[in-house]
């Protein structure tokens, strides 16, 4: 081991202790890569061109768009009320199912999720849409805060997702396969949490409002709201054809994921526009929303690169590569081993902060191994994913608090989620088995 790999180690594990502390990653990546790179070079001059050099690149890199337009558009379609109106379509197709109310909100924050993008959105706006209404028809108020939970995280799995655009970055995948490779997965993941909602309904069906025998404790026509149901299906197309033409325009290589941000942006707010839903007041609230959030993000893609400067400069993605190569680990174990301290670190860290921690480091050993690096991204995804239904940092239960207030004990909203976590572990273990479900499509590109 060099000195400078030493540097590197050190500076790494003094990374982790000052953002467990509660220093803000990016401020911690900044200073943390420059002294190390200081240190490394023994040159204080050629430390300070090279991170200045990097954020340069960095803030110049055309991908960097598809951040904060993907985030406008998620944040219009919020705004404008078009979860609502998902929702009222899948609740229209399967009101009258077993369960279909859980099925819809599970449907219906799927096909949001193809729109925002931020598992966060999806758990505020549903739990303001969905549990109301699922009390309304007798559900259980803790299996109805469950479903809205543990469908909120689909919002980083199915494209676009921020997670993807994070990891995409740092390791330098393409983000248009990263999106695509999201596709099946998701709806894999969708297809288990509405079976295991319609499992756990027939044996218990108190929790869906059945009686003992799986009568309706509320007749559905008691409650209706009076709607059309062809305009209630009609006012979900034009979400529909978005979300086509976004997906769509990725896969068939018509335009990039940010050209398709772009495209979904325009769209989002056309629909807005004809929805008449979104008052000036609103707007600017939500422009300004957009814009410290997209801050944020940039600032952490642009620390992560210096960060990952630090590590190549120094030589230690060499050395740890090489060292746990030479070891002769089984790959499995290894990808065990790296999914474990993910799922540990998604309990005291936000998910970004994960990635852009762990990708620099590991991504060499997965290529290392031979591993497919849109595949590892997936399944790190929906790891990371597991962190915000976790305690004590779980971001989606804090956000559902929030809107519930009271209705709800916060610690009981957890016990609400567990259920979805053992859900995702299952799911990984199918495509860790079963690769071709992640890389199919991407394949196709």
């Known amino acids: 081991m060099t000195a400078n790999v030493t540097i590197a180690l050190i500076t790494v594990l ?12 990016s401020y911690s990546l900044t200073l943390l890569s420059f002294i190390g790179i200081w240190l490394c070079t023994n040159n204080f001059n050629s430390a300070l061109s090279i991170i200045a050099t990097t954020c340069f690149n960095a803030i110049r890199t055309y991908t960097y768009c598809v951040a904060p337009l993907f985030m406008m558009m998620g944040t219009i379609m919020a705004f404008s009320g078009s979860a609502g109106d998902l929702f009222d379509a899948a609740q229209r197709l399967l009101r009258r199912v077993p369960g279909g109310l859980a099925a819809a909100t599970i449907v219906g924050n799927a096909i949001f999720a193809a729109v925002t993008g931020v598992s966060i959105a999806s758990a505020t706006v549903f739990s303001q849409v969905a549990v109301p209404q699922m009390e309304k028809y007798k559900y259980e108020p803790n299996f109805a805060a469950g479903v809205v939970g543990g469908s909120s995280v689909l919002g980083m799995i199915i494209p676009p997702s921020l997670f993807f655009i994070v990891y995409g970055t740092v390791a330098e995948v393409s983000i248009g396969k990263l999106f695509v490779a999201g596709v099946v997965p998701g709806i894999v993941m969708a297809a288990i949490f509405i079976a295991a909602c319609i499992i756990q309904g027939w044996r218990k069906p108190y929790l869906i409002g059945l009686d003992e025998n799986h009568k309706p404790l509320v007749n559905v026509d008691d409650v209706s709201d009076g709607k059309s149901g062809a305009w209630v299906l009609l006012k979900a197309v034009p979400i529909f054809v978005l979300v086509v033409l976004v997906l769509g325009g990725i896969w068939g290589g018509l335009c990039t994921p940010t050209e398709a941000a772009g495209l979904g942006c325009a769209g989002a707010l056309i629909i807005a526009l004809c929805k008449r839903t979104m008052k000036p007041k609103e707007t600017l609230s939500m422009m300004t929303n957009v814009s410290k959030s997209s801050a944020g993000i940039l600032l952490l ?8 400067r630090l590590l190549s400069v120094s030589g230690m993605v060499t050395w740890v590569s090489g060292t746990i190569l030479s070891l002769s680990i089984p790959s499995w174990i290894l990808i065990t081993i790296f999914l474990v301290i993910v799922l540990i670190l998604g309990c005291i860290l936000d998910g970004s902060s994960i990635i852009l921690l762990t990708t620099p480091i590991v991504q060499p050993v997965i290529l290392g191994l031979g591993l497919d690096p849109v595949w590892w ?6 790891a990371v994913c597991i962190g915000m239904l976790t305690p004590p940092f779980g971001m989606i239960v804090f956000a559902m608090k929030g809107v519930l207030g009271d209705k709800v004990e916060l610690m009981q909203l957890f016990r609400c989620c567990t259920p979805y976590i053992f859900y995702m572990l299952a799911v990984i273990l199918i495509c860790t088995i079963f690769p071709q479900l992640v890389l199919f499509l991407p394949s196709m590109m």
Request: net charge neutral; hydrophobic share 75%; aromatic share 8%.
């Open 14 to 25: 003094i990374l982790f202790a000052i953002v467990l502390a509660g220093v803000h990653i």
């Open 301 to 308: 893609l642009i620390t992560a690169q210096m960060y990952s």
């Open 377 to 382: 991204g997936v399944i790190l995804v929906m």
